[in-house]
C-alpha cells in the first residue's frame, strides 16, 4: 500500500509563504513524477508545478516565479515553497506520484497516486 502524507498547509496573508512537503511512504521501487495540483471552491483540479524523476519541471503559468517545486529522491519526498502568495493561490493542494513502482508477489506495477489535500487559504 503506497501512502502520500502532506503538510505544510494553513492561513497566511497576501504577500506571505508556505512551504508544502509530500512524503509517500509504501513498498516504492521508485517514482516517475510527482506534483502538486490544487482545487479552489467551485473550480476542476489543475496542476500547480510538476518535477521528474530526472529533475524536469513544469509550472502553471500563474506560479511562475513565485513558486518553486523540489524532490528529494532519496527520500521519495516532493516540496512545493509558495512565496508572494495571493488570495487567487486559496485551495486545496493536493500531492500526486505518477509512476509508483511497486513490488507485487509475482513482480512490479506501477500505480498513480493521490494525497488527501491540505487547505491553503490566503487572506488579502
Known amino acids: 500500500q503506497v501512502q502520500l502524507v502532506e503538510s505544510g498547509g494553513g492561513l497566511v496573508q497576501a504577500g506571505g509563504s508556505l512551504r508544502l512537503s509530500c512524503a509517500a511512504s509504501?513498498?516504492?521501487?521508485?517514482?516517475?513524477?510527482m506534483g502538486w495540483y490544487r482545487q479552489a471552491p467551485g473550480k476542476q483540479r489543475t496542476l500547480v508545478a510538476g518535477i521528474t524523476s530526472g529533475g524536469r519541471l513544469n509550472y502553471a503559468d500563474s506560479v511562475k516565479g513565485r513558486f518553486t517545486i523540489s524532490r528529494d529522491n532519496a527520500k521519495n519526498t516532493v516540496y512545493l515553497q509558495m512565496n508572494s502568495l495571493k488570495p487567487e493561490d486559496t485551495a486545496v493542494y493536493y500531492c500526486?506520484?505518477?509512476?509508483?513502482?511497486?513490488?507485487?508477489?509475482?513482480?512490479?506495477?506501477?500505480?498513480?497516486?493521490w494525497g488527501q489535500g491540505t487547505l491553503v487559504t490566503v487572506s488579502s
Open positions: 509504501g513498498s516504492i521501487f521508485g517514482i516517475n513524477a
Open positions: 500526486n506520484a505518477q509512476g509508483v513502482v511497486t513490488t507485487t508477489p509475482t513482480g512490479y506495477r506501477s500505480l498513480e497516486v
